[in-house]
């Protein structure tokens, strides 16, 4: 029954797609379904030759003739810096323009238009608000947002940004693992240590959590901010490619419409191949001979050859859950269930490589696309005024955060998996007499070389009391919220007087 009230509700942001869900006055979780049918939303923009925006389904419809267009997969270019490898990566298979931004941060270009990424997660957040206010006939203006626990500080705040453009109150941002475990055990009283193992579109995150009734702890957190379904799909591209290319001498990387059609037929047939062992994958007339004459793509894929050319994908997912059972102190044993989450874990190669790894099959216990919704819902109602429900998210930062030392070494003042909110204090001196600022780069990442990590900001600390060198000390304060988001902060220690920060992303 949709309320009168307008509640918190819950935001899964996915790469590929969205979901939002609410908790009714009877306690029950409900998903927010799309005029009536679909309880998920395609997290795709798109501007028609008529300058219409679609987003959504509508986006979806269109992008095989659109391609160009048509922005999808926002999600794994928020927060990050033009120079990014992922960046790189994926600008070589999106028939969308990626450029530089002025923010150190990557822009899309789109009908003549250029677009910041968060700009493009803000609009599909806010069509995700509209079918959420529609459903439930008042206007939503609070959620609760996921976000992969890979996520560094910067994509976190630059969730919260997208947040912002459009006036919605993001009341907490978690981590999407921590979200799916509450799904999993909210209400059951349980003691147990899960293994949240999270594939999805985009992005791969496994967590280990300690549920104690309504306590979730998270022990350790690993995962891969570019490894998900669209990895898997642009693999049997890639094949598809190669095979058309040795038949007929032909290449069609560079037609973006022949890329789009195959795009779109390599993900159905990935899926149909969940369920078969053989589907044939054929799109009649790709393209023509320089003659003139039409030529098809014809050909058979098997389950067997899907598994072969991605089965290096699956290995990296669980060189990781092996890393993330090393920094939580556990022997695979010791994990009572393994949640499955995300799309791509429907794969049967995924599962059967799980229930060899961890000695048993994963659990049943979550939908693997509802999941995350229904926790940031069930997060949600906890946070509302009259809820009687108390539930407590310990959860952990997924990289180190530190600073730039002398000769680019990276100082690590948070280690991978502290527990977060957290917040730690440096003392440093003045250099030379009468400095009267002090700056330092800090960073994000498990690399011992600051250039190998991601930048988080410059800092500078301004309003020095003039004195000589080694003289005035600098108190800096490190603080990671509960939500992994750094602010940082210094005073004087002999004064107690603050000092003026200010952040610059370059
Ligand atoms: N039956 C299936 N077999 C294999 N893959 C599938 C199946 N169903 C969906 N997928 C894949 O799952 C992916 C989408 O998963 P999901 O909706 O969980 O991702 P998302 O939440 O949008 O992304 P992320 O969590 O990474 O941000 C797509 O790549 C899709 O092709
Ligand atoms: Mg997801």
Not at 67 to 90: E, F, H, W
Not at 120 to 132: C, D, F, G, P, Q
Not at 299 to 318: P, Y
Not at 353 to 381: I, M, Q, W
Request: with cysteine.
């Amino acid at each position: 029954m949709p309320s009168t009230k307008s509640p918190i509700i819950g935001i899964d942001l996915g790469t590929t797609n969205s979901c939002a869900a609410f908790v009714q006055e009877d306690g029950k979780v409900k998903l927010i379904p799309y005029k009536g049918g679909d309880y998920t939303i395609p997290s795709i923009y798109a501007v028609d030759d008529k300058g219409n925006e679609l987003i959504g389904h509508e986006a979806k419809r269109q992008w095989q003739l659109n391609p160009k267009n048509t922005i999808y997969a926002a999600k794994r270019l928020i927060g990050r810096s033009p120079k990014d490898d992922v960046v790189n990566t994926m600008r070589d298979v999106v028939a969308f323009n990626l450029a530089a931004g002025d923010r150190n941060d990557v822009v899309i270009e789109c009908a003549n238009r250029t677009f910041r990424t968060v700009e493009v997660s803000a609009r599909i957040l806010n069509k995700i608000r509209t079918v959420a206010s529609d459903y439930l006939k008042v206007p939503v203006s609070r959620a609760v947002v996921t976000v992969p626990a890979y996520f560094t500080d910067r994509q976190r705040q630059a969730v919260k940004d997208a947040g912002l453009l459009i006036d919605l109150e993001v009341m907490r941002i978690i981590n999407e693992p921590t979200s799916a475990s509450l799904a999993y055990g909210v209400g059951k009283g349980l003691k147990e240590t899960v293994l949240v193992y999270d594939l999805g579109g985009g992005t791969f995150d496994v967590s280990i959590i300690e549920i104690r009734d309504r306590v979730f702890e998270v022990k350790a957190t690993g995962g891969d901010v570019f490894l998900g379904g669209i990895d898997f799909d642009n693999a049997m591209i890639k094949h598809v490619l190669a095979d058309f290319q040795s038949k007929h001498g032909v290449d069609l990387s560079t037609d973006p419409v022949a890329m789009q059609r195959i795009k779109d037929l390599a993900e159905r047939t990935k899926i149909d191949l969940s369920s078969r062992a053989e589907v044939p994958f054929n799109i009649p007339f790709i393209t023509m001979t320089p003659q003139g004459m039409p030529l098809n793509i014809e050909m058979m894929f098997t389950r067997k050859l899907l598994e072969q050319l991605t089965s290096h994908l699956v290995d990296r997912t669980l060189k990781t859950c092996a890393q993330v059972l090393v920094d939580a102190n556990l022997a695979s044993g010791s994990i009572d269930e393994v949640m499955l989450v995300g799309g791509q874990t429907r794969m049967s190669l995924v599962q059967e490589r799980l229930t060899k790894f961890f000695g048993k099959a994963p659990s049943k216990g979550v939908n693997p696309d509802e999941a995350v919704a229904v926790g940031a819902a069930l997060y949600a109602h906890s946070l509302e005024d009259n809820s009687n429900i108390r539930l407590q998210l310990l959860d952990v930062i997924p990289m180190a955060i530190g600073l730039e030392k002398a000769g680019g070494e990276f100082h690590v003042v948070f280690p991978r998996n502290a527990a977060i909110p957290n917040a730690k204090r440096i003392v440093a001196t003045t250099s030379y007499d009468n400095q009267d600022a002090l700056a330092m780069r800090i960073f994000q990442g498990d690399h011992k070389l600051v250039k190998d990590n991601e930048l988080l900001g410059e800092f500078t600390f301004s309003g020095i009391r003039p004195d000589k060198a080694g003289r005035v000390q600098v108190e800096i304060t490190f603080d990671v919220s509960v939500e992994g988001i750094l602010t940082m902060s210094a005073r004087d220690p002999a004064t107690g007087k603050e000092m003026k920060t200010t952040v610059r992303v370059t």
